[in-house]
């Protein structure tokens, strides 16, 4: 029973909440009250400063991230391997590609400024997600974050305020916005946050394993004040940002908490424009946190700092006027100013009288405005009436707000329903339904699953997981002339992200293939020429979270010949070694105890699948290199430089030194993976870290100037490059019509 009224006391809470928020109780909830609620009006000033620093954020971003400055090297060279998310949508080069991006900054401007908002906006969000879609090396989830906003605000009427069509066009002003286009913006950075804490939620990151040695950053120094630094990362950075995601957005929805938690949102976001190279993903969202207070929040500061500056006029007035009056001199020699004081005082009680006459318009002028949660300091009567005298009036934002005021406090469940009404609605809910959707789609796009569900861009999964690549290895086989060679994985690339996403490797082989095909051709070298039946097979290892370094894909498997599918898993991909979770406590006293042989003393640790094959070649600035066996059983064959040269076994527990300078082929020949590890001293990192002790400059821990001046210098490099897109294209054009 007392189970059963504590629900019922819950329920009648929690719909006492849901009444207060919506303007009716649960039970009553239909689709007509839903669609009242989404269109009631509210005030447009809040909308328009997010438009227009999100606009200017996009400014700064298309030259930097959206590989502006940077265009000859991404879309200059045709012999660049791109990874689009469809084939049929191909990336134009250069120069046609100053098209594109002078149509994103042309559209960004346009969302900054609000002109012509409606058109240029629509023509960034095309050009945007047509640059996002041709080129999947380079997605991130705050990418895919600023295409979703771009695309949201070109349905909202953003430009209504503050705007240049609002002042060209005063027809299209207005002084609000139906609720839904601040509810569809903040559903959408509530995602960010609270899916980015669903993400966290695993083993890797509450175990601590997903983002090591953080905390060696120097904005954790108050924490490394009364904690060590595997502390710091496991308290703070792992289960303190775990808990932070998951909640904040809660905190600044509720007004109670909303200004401490927008201090606790704001550091998280300033100590991350500090730890990673995030471009302006930390600004925007710093630019988009004030949409979780009040509407009119920029009217009540303008209002509240006019009001300041009144009042100090008010005062410097009132000094000045007292001067002559107390001065004997200027009383008795100056008959003028007394009759002017006279005067002055005859006016001075005709506006008291008016004021007392109209004592609540005073008072409501006066009064401090303490409606939703922005509380501010009052001005007394008498200031207010020196205000009057000298006619100092608010602005006309007063008459606005109030009429705002006047006319949300005038919507009631009347409102009449258009057809429009309902379909905006409904495409709201669709929205919404997607977004909490995708994240947890991965169970159908099997073929973008690697070790990781999904493609890194839509997830929400950000810095969960962390990658060492140790070694890539392209092998090209010319089948024809039985003969081999090895390609430079840095080659031909944008980036090095391909190489831990199967359907990217898959598509680098097929780009490789055409290009070594059509470079072939263009030698005049017969024997030189590559046949057209050729193999490539890619070996990519790589460590993830700090575990064993492992081989990701198959390199028996000719990228050629397997097929690859969107909703198929990857048939090259190699499982995670999972078992050697089982090490981890281990691993991590073995590096403390090998760092303290000598600050440039280091360990790997590789495991490797059964009867596969791992050609290690050992760098000759590399000494001391010891091969332990952790577990399981392996034969290592050095490479044959002398007769004396032989293979031997070693199993779990032994050791051997390695030569440097050479190969050594370790196969395992045990029926498990086997687990062991490289200690070694690297004698050119220390040479290197003498050299910079020598010669160390000083590095600012905040060079905000120095950041800004590269990305105005990324802005012009940028122009330059367009200017010269386009000057080359009209040499083309005059050539063609010559």
């Known amino acids: 029973m007392k189970f059963k009224e504590k629900l019922n006391m819950l329920f009648r809470g929690f719909d006492s909440k849901f009444k207060e928020q919506f303007g009716f109780e649960i039970k009553e909830t239909t689709f007509t009250k839903v669609v009242n609620y989404f269109h009631a009006p509210k005030d447009a000033s809040s909308l328009a400063v997010t438009r227009i620093l999100f606009g200017l954020a996009m400014l700064f971003d298309i030259p930097d991230e959206r590989g502006g400055a940077h265009l000859n090297k991404r879309w200059g060279d045709s012999k660049m391997c791109h990874f689009p998310l469809f084939d049929f949508v191909p990336g134009v080069p250069m120069p046609y590609m100053s098209f594109v991006y002078t149509a994103l900054w042309i559209g960004a401007l346009g969302i900054t400024l609000g002109w012509k908002y409606h058109s240029l906006a629509r023509l960034f969000t095309i050009s945007y997600w047509y640059i996002f879609f041709i080129e999947k090396s380079y997605w991130n989830n705050h990418s895919y974050l600023f295409g979703l906003v771009g695309f949201l605000l070109t349905f909202t009427d953003a430009n209504c305020y503050w705007s240049l069509d609002a002042i060209i066009e005063p027809e299209k002003a207005s002084d609000t916005v139906p609720y839904w286009q601040y509810f569809i913006l903040k559903f959408q950075f509530f995602i960010l946050y609270f899916m980015a804490g669903v993400k966290k939620g695993t083993a890797e990151w509450l175990t601590g394993y997903s983002v090591p040695n953080l905390s060696a950053h120097w904005v954790f120094t108050p924490f490394t004040l009364f904690l060590t630094i595997e502390q710091t990362d496991y308290l703070i950075v792992h289960w303190f940002i775990f808990v932070f995601d998951l909640t904040v957005a809660f905190w600044m929805m509720w007004s109670r908490t909303r200004h401490v938690a927008m201090v606790f949102c704001a550091l998280f976001h300033l100590m991350n424009s500090r730890l990673f190279t995030i471009g302006m993903f930390p600004w925007v969202c710093l630019a988009t946190m004030p949409l979780f207070y009040p509407f009119n929040w920029p009217k009540l500061i303008i209002n509240f700092v006019k009001l300041r500056c009144m009042t100090s006029v008010a005062k410097i007035i009132k000094i000045h006027k007292t001067i002559p009056r107390s001065s004997p001199e200027l009383h008795e020699n100056n008959t003028d100013n007394n009759v002017n004081d006279n005067d002055d005082n005859n006016i001075f009680e005709k506006d008291s009288a008016l004021l007392y006459e109209n004592k609540e318009q005073n008072e409501e002028l006066c009064e401090t405005s303490e409606s939703e949660d922005l509380k501010f300091h009052e001005i007394d009567e008498v200031e207010c009436f020196e205000i009057q005298k000298h006619k100092i009036t608010f602005d006309k934002n007063v008459t606005s707000l109030q009429h705002t005021r006047k006319k949300e406090n005038d919507t009631d469940n009347e409102t009449v329903i258009t057809r429009s009404k309902e379909i905006t609605t409904i495409l709201i809910f669709i929205y919404m339904t997607m977004q909490g959707f995708l994240p947890f789609s991965h169970f159908i796009t099997k073929g973008y699953n690697n070790w990781t569900d999904g493609l890194y861009g839509y997830s929400w999964d950000m810095m969960v997981h962390t990658w060492d690549v140790q070694s890539v290895t392209v092998k090209v086989v010319d089948n024809d002339k039985n003969n081999h060679f090895f390609i430079d994985p840095n080659v031909f690339i944008p980036n090095d992200r391909w190489n831990k996403h199967g359907d990217m490797v898959h598509q680098y082989a097929i780009c490789l293939n055409n290009t070594l095909i059509k470079e072939s ?47 198929e898993k990857i048939p090259f991909l190699m499982p995670l070694l999972d078992d050697a979770t089982k090490w981890r406590p281990i691993l991590s006293q073995i590096r403390r105890d090998v760092h303290s042989w000598d600050p440039f003393s280091n360990v790997v640790f590789f495991a490797d699948f059964p009867d596969y094959v791992l050609d290690k070649y050992i760098p000759p600035e590399l000494s001391n290199v010891t ?112």
């Open 521 to 567: 051709e263009k030698s005049q070298k017969e024997n030189g020429m590559l046949s057209r039946n050729i193999s490539i097979f890619i070996d990519v290892w790589c460590s993830m979270n700090g575990r064993f370094v492992q081989r990701m894909f198959d390199p028996h498997v000719d990228l050629l010949q397997v097929s690859w599918s969107t909703f």
């Open 627 to 738: 091969l332990t066996i952790l577990e399981g059983e392996v034969a290592v064959e050095p490479e044959m430089t002398n007769l004396f040269s032989q293979s031997f076994q070693l199993k779990t527990g032994q050791l051997s030194q390695l030569d440097s300078g050479m190969f050594h082929r370790i196969l395992n020949i045990g029926k498990k993976p086997a687990f062991y590890m490289f200690t070694f001293y690297n004698k050119t990192e220390a040479l290197i870290h003498v050299h910079n002790e020598n010669n160390r400059e000083p590095k600012s821990k905040l060079p905000i100037i120095s950041e800004l001046k590269i990305r105005l210098s990324n802005m012009l490099v940028f122009g330059d490059i367009l200017f010269k897109g386009y000057y080359q294209l009209f040499f083309r054009l005059s050539m063609f019509l010559v």
